[in-house]
């Protein structure tokens, strides 16, 4: 099968390298770096480098867009912009693993549709465009990919009504909130839990739920009502 064009992968990126040794470097995997000596520097310097810009992006972004956010959800949103899934889906909106260069052991073994590979070589394409035109241009390529994400999950971080209810409830420190599992029914494979939200061992919320964690976040929203919030 013929190998894809670098000139294919640039039209994909929306961005044509000045110089292209950076573009080679962060299509570089260690493994092929090693097979083949004449290979020059993989992509692991880049990634390092990618990885902190686009912390950055996507922390600035969120402090400057999402005013109501507090620091906890913040957090939150740029842990789920930046993890491994997030780049790994990136990558292959790409087809990135069709231009990596990788050792005959790792294209055998199924490499190039590795996520932690694929998430990898994103970052080290971050870098390497930072450093062939700067920021802003690493910027507007992390947020072509970054937006359309943030748009889908930006209304969860206001669903995580146990956050808000701790975010309350902490500006009193000498309250004390906890959750109680008070019931559990049904089959393994259909548990339905019912849970209790107590401050003070006073019940101020109950929800039910196919999780612990569902059933939790149920019983915070219904104390969150009854609050007035």
């Known amino acids: 099968m013929q190998k894809p064009s670098r000139k294919a992968l640039e039209d994909k990126l929306q961005y044509h390298f000045k110089n292209q040794q950076y573009l080679t470097t962060a299509l570089t995997h260690s493994s092929y770096a090693n097979e083949v000596k004449s290979a020059g520097h993989s992509n ?10 686009l912390s950055v992006v996507v922390a600035d972004y969120l402090f400057k867009n999402c005013p109501n956010l507090p620091e906890g959800e913040l957090t939150k949103n ?16 790409l087809d990135l693993g069709e231009y990596l260069l990788l050792s005959r052991g790792e294209q055998n ?48 971080a206001f669903k995580d009504y146990k956050t808000s209810l701790q975010e309350i409830i902490q500006q009193n420190p000498e309250e004390q909130l906890e959750y109680v599992l008070i019931g559990e029914s049904g089959p393994d494979h259909d ?9 003070n061992s006073n ?27």
């Open 109 to 156: 073994s199924g490499g190039r549709m590795r996520p932690s590979i694929l998430a990898d070589a994103f970052e080290a394409l971050i870098a390497a465009i930072y450093l062939d035109s700067g920021l802003e241009e690493a910027r507007r390529f992390i947020l072509r990919f970054v937006l359309p994400v943030l748009q889908t999950a930006k209304p969860k």
């Open 191 to 199: 548990k339905h839990f019912t849970v209790e939200v107590r401050l």
């Open 78 to 93: 740029r842990a789920a912009l930046v993890c491994e899934k997030s780049l790994c889906g990136f990558s292959r909106q």
């Open 44 to 53: 692991e310097r880049l990634e390092f480098l990618g990885d902190s810009i």
């Open 203 to 229: 019940v101020i919320g109950k929800g039910g739920g196919r999780s612990k964690k569902e059933a939790e976040q149920q019983a915070a929203r219904e104390a969150l009502e009854l609050m007035g919030y």
